[in-house]
């Protein structure tokens, strides 16, 4: 059946009343990002935000999210990292978050680490590598042009998943902020490579 274009308001609508009751409100979400992208003095509208992220400390939550996702989005992806899974999600209307807009949520299932807040975690923006760029050289000029080490506000974590299939590298630098006091557990992450252009990697020859 195709919906007329009211109908898919209301479903759509339908569903981010439920995206909200779940990973919490966007626009909170969306403040604590701003004020970590501020002190680490990132202007996010130089750079693409790739996906949301959210976070829970069960499997059972972890199955309901997944559920609730799947009525207003479908599966791009779900691989095995460190043994839990990582579902990409491309939701089927957008929504608006930092100017920009923004059609992927990902949801890794919990890996013993408890949070002390669930739902909306972090996003990952995209800092392109350059021509012949390693992973090394990378990961030493992002930090070189934000002077993250040199912020003594923020806490800096670099990683490099490795998830079966990909052949592009996945280097990320997780920012996030030391004040307790700020009550922001959110971070926001530096990725050079979108998901679409990861995902795409894995069929090519």
């Keep these: 059946m195709i919906l007329k274009n009211t109908d898919k308001c209301s479903e759509f609508a339908n569903f981010f009343t439920n995206l ?26 130089q750079f693409q935000i790739d996906h949301l992220a959210v976070r829970m400390n069960s499997d059972e939550i972890a199955h309901q999210w997944k559920i609730m ?3 207003g989005s479908t599966l ?19 929504v ?17 680490k408890t949070y002390p807040e669930e739902g909306w975690e972090h996003i990952e923006i995209v800092i392109p590598m350059q021509e012949n760029e390693s ?24 990683s490099q998943p490795q ?7 996945n280097p990320s630098v ?4 030391k004040n307790a006091t700020y009550r922001n557990f959110c971070c926001l992450k530096l990725h050079p490579y ?12």
């Design 20 to 45: 909200t009751a779940c990973f919490g409100d966007l626009a909170e979400f969306e403040r604590k990002i701003v004020q970590i992208a501020g002190i680490a003095q990132i202007d996010l509208s």
């Design 69 to 71: 996702l799947l009525t």
């Design 76 to 94: 791009l992806k779900e691989s095995e990292v460190n043994g839990r899974p990582i579902g990409l999600f491309t939701l089927n209307q957008s």
């Design 96 to 112: 608006r978050f930092c100017g920009q807009v923004v059609s992927v949520i990902e949801l890794p299932f919990p890996k013993g």
């Design 135 to 158: 992973v090394e050289q990378w990961c030493k000029r992002v930090d070189e042009q934000f002077a993250l080490q040199n912020n003594p506000e923020l806490k800096i974590k670099i």
């Design 163 to 169: 998830v079966e299939g990909e052949r592009l590298p």
């Design 174 to 177: 997780s920012i996030s902020l």
């Design 194 to 205: 979108d998901i679409n252009t990861v995902v795409c990697s894995e069929y090519s020859l």
